[in-house]
């Protein structure tokens, strides 16, 4: 009896506060896995589960609409290649929803939601693959310690929509494209060795910071690449008064515009947002770098300033593993 409850204990132990996922689901379109759709494999697991369950996502184009529900925490996503497991739809802002009859929005227009808690998603491809009529969001995250690392977030207008002023959300080695505000929303957002593509002449980020968030969104070590003939192309706007982002050590193409930045003029609700909003860059390189031209409330940090941005402080504490 003594030597079980120790075994009992030991388990618990190794679940809770061990690194290895205590369930591993297999999801593979030819039947071989556990599942033949990831929603399914989502919907498998344990609500508030005690730890890490991985979702292992076998090579195909799975055409989903996913959910990851506020009850799911500490799940992994994780692809086979982030080339050639792909999750795909062609949802849009106007589109009328089939079974409710009523139009989509901007955010209910996802392939991939996410309002649990410490999901992981990598290796993998997530796809709007509507370009034509407006707003069509690829992934849309909204719960807190979001980790995604080596994904492709593939679409047009609002590809990325990084959620709620809560959220905290890490992006690494991502390859990220879009033609308008392709990056937007409220969360504090970090952006590591991302590769950010350009496909129109536009604007790449449209943050929303609340007033009392010391962050939005950071870029470390980035590349803006276009599109051929893309060649206008500013580093953001502000889609509320307080929006807040910052480039460092970032290797800027020729398609980024002199000034930079744009204060979005003519918004009613919110004008002269150029007076509140925050945006700034460190050493940014390349043709697009030019930073004596750059509009005149944009910032050049200096080296000591640098200290404010550390992982740790943007993410009030938090380090993603």
Not at 208 to 227: E, P, Q, R
Request: hydrophobic share 35%.
């Amino acid at each position: 009896m003594k030597n079980k409850i120790i075994f009992t204990f030991l388990f618990l132990f190794s679940v809770v506060f061990g690194k290895d996922p205590y369930l591993t689901i297999t999801v593979s379109q030819d039947g071989k896995g556990d599942y033949t759709t990831i929603q399914e494999a989502i919907n498998s697991t344990r609500d508030l589960g005690p730890a890490e369950a991985l979702i292992f996502i076998k090579n195909g184009t799975y055409h989903e609409k996913i959910v990851i529900p506020s009850n799911k925490h500490q799940l992994t996503l994780k692809g086979e290649s982030s080339e050639n497991t792909i999750i795909t739809n062609d949802d849009f802002s106007g589109k009328i929803e089939e079974f409710t009859h009523q139009k989509m929005t901007t955010f209910t227009s996802y392939t991939v939601l996410v309002t649990g808690e410490k999901i992981k998603i990598e290796n993998l491809s997530i796809q709007n693959t509507h370009c034509t009529k407006g707003q069509a969001v690829a992934l849309h995250v909204e719960g807190d310690y979001f980790i995604g690392k080596n994904l492709r977030l593939l679409g047009c207008q609002d590809t990325l929509y990084t959620a709620t002023n809560h959220s905290r959300q890490y992006y690494e080695n991502c390859y990220i494209e879009g033609t308008t505000d392709f990056i937007f929303g409220q969360a504090t957002a970090v952006f590591k060795n991302c590769t950010i593509k350009s496909l129109a002449n536009s604007f790449i980020t449209a943050a929303a910071t609340d007033k009392d968030n010391s962050y939005g969104y950071v870029f470390f070590d980035c590349f803006l690449i276009s599109k051929e003939g893309v060649n206008k192309v500013y580093l953001g706007r502000p889609w509320r008064p307080y929006a807040k982002t910052v480039f460092i050590n970032t290797e800027m193409g020729k398609h980024i515009l002199p000034q930079g930045w744009n204060e979005w003029a003519g918004d009613k609700m919110f004008p002269d947002k150029e007076k509140t909003a925050y945006y700034a860059e460190y050493e940014s390189k390349g043709n697009g770098a030019n930073s004596s031209d750059r509009v005149k409330w944009s910032h050049q940090l200096k080296k000591k300033e640098l200290d404010k941005y550390t992982i740790e402080k943007i993410f009030r504490g938090w380090i993603p593993e």
